[in-house]
């Protein structure tokens, strides 16, 4: 027999720390399922936005989101959180992936601290300010994101210039897409 990694109120809190992820257009475009040893995400394509992301990259990058907080949320009862992703790519390509629970240490200081964290977090829609990042801030930065086998490119201000220009021509020809306003 297998015994349940967590209570129902605990996968409760589980799934409102998944939740509380930010999520592109805040569609909340996942779904979760639990077995005794493991939790499924999926994508619920039912909200995936067809004009702003056709592809669904956005619904991808939000429900990795609520994955990471599953996974801090699942370390705080004392067990490993073992990731596979797109498990089923062909028979079910919205089963974006299985977390599986084995018996593990108690999270050490900084996972504990992401956790706690986890009500606060808001998108901040403020201008930003004049100051550069801290160059610590930034080193940190590029070692989360490989921690999580992405990679965090650090533009300097001509590339960011571009970018920025890009991101203007592509906001303006949405603006003018009936379709796009009215999913908006
Ligand atoms: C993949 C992704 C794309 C997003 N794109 C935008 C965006 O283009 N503009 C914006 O203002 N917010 C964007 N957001 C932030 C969401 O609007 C925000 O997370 C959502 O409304 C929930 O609010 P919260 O983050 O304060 O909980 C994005 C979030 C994700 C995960």
């Not at 999580?148 to 001509?158: H, Y």
């Amino acid at each position: 027999m297998v015994k349940p990694f967590a209570t129902p109120s605990g996968v409760r809190r589980i799934v409102e720390a998944a939740v509380a992820a930010p999520s592109v257009h805040n569609t909340q475009p996942w779904l979760f399922y639990h077995l005794k040893d493991s939790m499924t995400v999926y994508a619920d394509l039912r909200r995936q936005l067809r004009v702003a992301d056709p592809l669904g990259r956005c619904l991808a990058m939000s429900c990795g989101a609520a994955l990471f907080n599953m996974r801090l949320a699942i370390r705080m009862t004392g067990y490993e959180a073992r990731v596979l992703p797109l498990p089923a790519p062909r028979g079910a390509p919205d089963l974006l992936a299985v977390v599986r629970t084995v018996p593990g240490e108690p999270p050490p200081p900084n996972e504990q601290r992401l956790h706690a964290v986890i009500p606060r977090r808001r998108t901040n829609r403020f201008p930003f300010d004049g100051r550069s990042l801290p160059q610590e801030t930034v080193v940190a930065l590029v070692a989360a994101a490989r921690e999580e086998g992405a990679t965090l490119v650090m533009l300097n201000g001509r590339a960011t210039r571009k970018i920025l220009d890009m991101v203007a021509t592509a906001d303006q020809a949405l603006s003018r897409d009936e379709a796009y306003r009215r999913e908006l």
